[in-house]
């Protein structure tokens, strides 16, 4: 039984230490190209440089912490992806479709809860009684 060949990206080739390498690259040219073309990013990355450091002086306990932290983090990831969407739809065409701004429409959407995540779980942690 012959099976064929899965076509793969010729990029997809490096191992080991160079594809870490080449990995860790592509990951800064993402976050520099949110910052240089997505304000919507710069404007989280301020809150997060807003929010972090406040969640570490917070009389929280380590988890809190972690939860805090990570809800602001949390939105700049799906920031992140949502640009990577609105990007790759205007370059598949620029022309209005009604899949292109579903496709918008709920990456907007995404951004949207994880923003309305991090006041819930800010409440929840530092408001929250416990039995």
Do not use: C
């Not at 490096?14 to 690259?25: E, V």
């Not at 800064?28 to 969640?55: K, M, T, Y």
């Not at 949502?82 to 709920?106: Q, Y």
């Amino acid at each position: 039984m012959s099976t064929k060949p899965t076509e793969q990206s010729p990029h997809k080739g490096k191992t080991g230490l160079q594809r870490i390498w080449n990995a860790s690259r592509y990951s800064l040219d993402g976050l520099s190209a949110a910052v240089r073309h997505e304000a919507a990013f710069r404007q989280e990355v301020l809150l997060a440089v807003l929010l972090i450091p406040a969640a570490l002086f917070t009389p929280a306990d380590g988890t809190g912490k972690a939860l805090m932290i990570a809800s602001v983090l949390l939105v700049l990831i799906v920031e992140l992806l949502n640009s990577a969407i609105e990007a790759a739809v205007d370059r598949t065409s620029l022309e209005n479709h009604v899949l292109a701004k579903r496709a918008k429409d709920m990456g907007s959407a995404a951004v949207m809860l994880a923003l309305i995540n991090v006041p819930v779980v800010w409440g929840l942690v530092l408001f929250a009684r416990t039995p």
